[in-house]
């Protein structure tokens, strides 16, 4: 097994005033030749956002991106004619292939909003937009990893166009759960969003990252309550 850690204090930082970002990989004003990707995970970006303010409409080209709230209503709009607000529990992603344009912003006055975006390389160029998202069942949540993306529209979760598999879970303290990777020659990319927890002989806290490869199964050891968001990915695209 081969592996990379990203402590939470060794992201990059932006504070533009009403937004306060965090990037694991190289984005914007970042730029670390040694942390741009791992694999065909592009970007995971911790963002927090001022109430009644976000992200004017922009494009993007040939990326797939997945939003995850984590606190507050998103709302999103899009040039696809797409209009919704979204929550923690939701999931939502944008395939942008040959080209879409979509604004961000915090639905409410009185609280912030805070998110992950998350941006995959495709395996596909140039393939016609689309827009999606889910409700999970939180209950589904406890004590498992529950698949929230895959690359095949009738399996759990959403799809998308690449040959990754991302799945959340939220663990009590004491157990201990084990992840197989689908595919042997893809990586692992472990982001814990919150508590303590052990794989191998790393600890992990609260917004570490912990790339993983050449492993066939990885094995977390919950020393606090956790909620962990697990993103298999293909090593090369």
């Given at each position: 097994?081969?592996?990379?850690?990203?402590?939470?204090?060794?992201?990059?930082q932006?504070?533009?005033?009403?937004?306060?970002?965090?990037?694991?990989?190289?984005?914007?004003?970042?730029?670390?030749?040694?942390?741009?990707?791992?694999g065909?995970l592009?970007?995971?970006?911790?963002?927090e956002?001022?109430?009644?303010?976000?992200?004017?409409k922009?494009?993007?080209k040939?990326?797939?991106?997945?939003?995850?709230?984590?606190?507050?209503?998103?709302?999103?709009?899009?040039?696809?004619?797409?209009?919704?607000?979204?929550?923690?529990?939701?999931?939502?992603?944008?395939?942008?292939g040959?080209?879409?344009?979509?604004?961000?912003?915090?639905k409410?006055?009185?609280?912030?909003?805070?998110?992950?975006?998350?941006?995959?390389?495709?395996?596909?160029?140039?393939?016609?937009?689309?827009?999606?998202?889910?409700?999970?069942?939180?209950?589904?949540?406890?004590?498992?990893?529950?698949?929230i993306?895959?690359?095949?529209?009738g399996?759990d979760?959403?799809?998308?166009?690449?040959?990754?598999?991302?799945?959340?879970?939220?663990?009590?303290?004491g157990?201990?759960v084990?992840?197989?990777?689908?595919?042997?020659?893809?990586?692992?990319?472990?982001?814990?969003?919150?508590?303590?927890?052990?794989?191998?002989?790393?600890?992990?806290?609260?917004?570490?990252?912990?790339?993983?490869?050449e492993?066939?199964?990885?094995?977390?050891?919950?020393?606090?309550?956790s909620?962990?968001l697990?993103?298999?990915?293909?090593?090369?695209?």
């Amino acid at each position: 097994m081969q592996k990379i850690i990203h402590r939470a204090s060794s992201r990059g930082q932006a504070d533009h005033g009403w937004l306060k970002s965090y990037h694991t990989f190289s984005f914007a004003n970042y730029y670390d030749p040694s942390r741009m990707n791992f694999g065909v995970l592009r970007v995971l970006n911790d963002d927090e956002v001022a109430p009644g303010m976000g992200f004017g409409k922009h494009p993007h080209k040939n990326m797939e991106i997945i939003s995850i709230p984590l606190e507050g209503d998103l709302e999103h709009s899009d040039s696809m004619g797409n209009t919704a607000v979204i929550r923690e529990g939701d999931i939502q992603t944008m395939s942008a292939g040959t080209g879409v344009s979509h604004s961000e912003r915090n639905k409410n006055r009185d609280q912030k909003v805070k998110f992950l975006q998350i941006w995959v390389l495709p395996n596909k160029l140039n393939v016609t937009p689309r827009y999606d998202q889910i409700t999970l069942e939180k209950d589904k949540l406890k004590d498992q990893f529950l698949q929230i993306i895959s690359p095949d529209p009738g399996d759990d979760g959403i799809w998308i166009h690449q040959q990754a598999w991302f799945h959340l879970g939220e663990f009590s303290e004491g157990n201990s759960v084990s992840y197989t990777l689908k595919n042997k020659e893809n990586g692992l990319y472990v982001f814990l969003l919150e508590g303590t927890c052990q794989v191998g002989d790393e600890i992990l806290n609260r917004r570490d990252g912990l790339g993983i490869w050449e492993a066939d199964t990885v094995t977390f050891e919950i020393n606090a309550s956790s909620k962990i968001l697990l993103m298999e990915v293909p090593m090369a695209n």
